[in-house]
């Protein structure tokens, strides 16, 4: 408001009193120019202007993405059967042997597995063996705990054992 009356003063010469600011600060118009920016018309304009250029940058970056994305999968529904018919070796008269090549397992890996397996199938032999130690322990220790006799199923190393007073029989080879 001080700018306005001072530049009222200088367009008038006049000095105006402080009553004379206050009565003339009331008046409606006084306020309506006080109160109106005098650039609002120009920030508008600024604000639609950034505005659009902001959401056309945006859609145009994304217009550039769709228009690789297409001619990728364009190039890509082209030529990949063929890139894969050709890589694959699967268009000459012997198709059926090479795709039983393709699909056959690595020898190291047979090898491997072959290993595997037989390990597993000790390691069941094994554990079939000392489930079957164990019940033979368990079912004597029951009879000879009925006889009023004692059952160590375990040797002096700590390894369990079937034997029962002299009993070598093992039944695990």
């Known amino acids: 408001m001080k700018i306005y009356f001072n530049e009222l003063q200088g367009e008038t010469g006049k ?4 009553n004379e600011r206050e ?5 409606e118009l006084v306020k309506s120019l006080l109160l109106r920016d005098p650039y ?24 550039i993405c769709m228009r690789i ?9 082209e030529e990949l059967f063929d ?9 000459d008269e012997k198709v059926h ?15 491997h597995r072959v290993k595997l397996e037989e390990q597993k199938a000790a390691l069941l032999a094994g554990r079939k063996c000392l489930l079957d130690l164990d019940r033979k322990c368990h079912d004597r220790s029951e009879s000879h705990t009925a006889n009023g006799t004692s059952v ?7 390894n369990g054992s079937a034997y029962v007073n ?5 039944g695990c080879a």
């Open 83 to 91: 890139e894969l018919e050709g890589g694959l070796q699967i268009t």
């Open 40 to 63: 609002d018309r120009e920030v508008g304009f600024i604000t639609q202007i950034s505005a659009y250029y902001e959401l056309a940058s945006i859609r145009f970056q994304e217009s």
């Open 69 to 77: 994305e297409s001619q990728l999968f364009k190039a890509l529904k």
């Open 166 to 170: 002299g009993d070598t029989e093992m």
């Open 23 to 27: 009565a003339q600060a009331k008046k």
């Open 97 to 111: 042997e090479r795709c039983v090549q393709l699909l056959a397992e690595d020898s190291e890996r047979k090898v």
């Open 15 to 18: 000095e105006l009193s402080i």
């Open 152 to 158: 160590n199923c375990f040797d002096s190393f700590g």
